[in-house]
């Protein structure tokens, strides 16, 4: 089946950027969704980029997609605290599917 | 608007016992999800609904069973809670069809079940 592979946890300092990388299997994947889950709260859609595209930017999230490595990234620009949070990547089982799988998340932390 | 509504927030279960998640949404969505979050791991699809009456397995149903009576409910029923479903569970809606362009998702606050 489809697999979703992220790093665990990210640490970065305020102001900076920080980049999130994701890795999925299935390749007729037609959307990737990025997700950030505060503590104790449940799953807030950030973005998301069709499969069609390279580069998708939504102020200060910019994301890139590189189809033939099956490889997709979450950059934040100007890194605040309250960017503190898990980031989940998500893929969805081709054209149709009314399934999502998801990666296990990064903790991003943000140092001050 | 309420967005997404889960009850209870929290809940310990004997093994054996059963129990209802409940889950209601007041935008009128016709397609709505239940995921269980396991610690450290991303979200599992249990079942699933297209629409009032209709409801579909997802990756993980075992030991879970769901209905769609109205457009506004779709509870999760567990009937012989094991300590494997210990768990978070969220419950999603979804605006638009799902995964397309035009979507828009909502997710609950999640239940924290845990069965000892």
């Known amino acids: 089946g489809e697999d979703v592979e992220q790093s665990l946890f990210l640490s970065v300092r305020e102001g900076d950027s920080s980049v999130i990388n994701c890795t999925y299997t299935?390749?007729?994947?037609?959307?990737l969704y990025w997700y950030k889950q505060e503590p104790g709260a449940g799953l807030q859609l950030l973005t998301y980029?069709?499969?069609?595209?390279d580069m998708k930017q939504d102020q200060r999230l910019t994301v890139l997609l590189n189809k033939k490595d099956k490889h997709l990234s979450l950059r934040i620009a100007d890194t605040q605290t309250g960017d503190s949070a898990i980031y989940f990547c998500?893929?969805?089982?081709?054209?149709?599917?009314?399934?999502?799988?998801f990666g296990k998340g990064t903790k991003l932390s943000v140092i001050p | 608007n309420a967005g997404v509504t889960q009850t209870p927030k929290f809940r310990i279960l004997k093994i054996g016992q059963s129990m209802t998640l409940q889950c209601t949404q007041d935008?009128?969505?016709?397609?709505m999800y239940w995921y269980r979050q396991d610690p450290g791991m991303g979200l599992k699809l249990i079942y699933y609904?297209?629409?009032?009456?209709?409801?579909d397995k997802g990756e993980v149903p075992n030991g879970y069973n769901v209905s769609r009576s109205t457009t506004e409910d779709f509870p999760l029923r567990l009937e012989l809670a094991a300590p494997s479903q210990t768990s978070v569970y969220f419950c999603?809606?979804?605006?638009?069809?799902?995964?397309?362009?035009?979507?828009?998702?909502?997710f609950g606050p999640g239940t924290r079940l845990t069965v000892l």
């Open positions: 998500a893929s969805v089982h081709g054209a149709g599917s009314y399934q999502l799988t």
């Open positions: 299935d390749s007729s994947s037609t959307y």
């Open positions: 980029i069709f499969s069609n595209m």
């Open positions: 935008m009128n969505h016709n397609y």
């Open positions: 609904s297209v629409g009032a009456g209709i409801t």
């Open positions: 999603a809606s979804i605006q638009g069809l799902p995964f397309t362009s035009t979507d828009t998702q909502y």
